[in-house]
Nanobody, 131 residues
Framework: EVQLVESGGGLVQAGGSLRLSCAASGFTFEGYAIGWFRQAPGKEREGILCLSSSDGRTYDTDSVKGRFTIFKDKVKNTVYLQMNSLKPEDTAVYYC????????????????????????WGQGTQVTVSS
């Protein structure tokens, strides 16, 4: 059974850092496009960082550029989202996702990071940034 399990969310003050983890079971991240999405109350789910496995290209939305990074630990089969200089507007439920299709890889390579393109989703973890 394919599963993604996020952890590491919590409450942090503005300017602080958090590292979210996404552990995979039932598959390995190698060969998969990986995405981190978030959804704030009353807002649509948005893609913030997507990573293509085919050439390692990363898409990141303007609101997190220079503050958030994505990286993988192949041994642990875990993907991380390092979030620095957090702002109150980063408050949301954060989800990690994965997809194996060439279509999604190509979309990420072309700069698209969109929820419908990803098949596997974690349960989400809450991040709250206080001002």
């Amino acid at each position: 059974e394919v599963q993604l399990v996020e952890s590491g969310g919590g409450l942090v003050q503005a300017g602080g850092s958090l590292r979210l983890s996404c552990a995979a079971s039932g598959f390995t991240f190698e060969g998969y496009a990986i995405g981190w999405f978030r959804q704030a109350p009353g807002k649509e789910r948005e893609g913030i960082l997507c990573l293509s496995s085919s050439d390692g290209r990363t898409y990141d939305t303007d609101s997190v550029k220079g503050r958030f990074t994505i990286f993988k630990d192949k041994v642990k089969n875990t993907v991380y989202l390092q979030m620095n200089s957090l702002k109150p507007e980063d408050t949301a439920v954060y989800y990690c996702t994965a997809d194996f299709s060439a279509r999604t890889q190509n979309l990420v390579n072309s700069g698209f990071c969109s929820p419908p393109d990803f098949s596997y989703w974690g349960q989400g973890t809450q991040v709250t940034v206080s001002s």
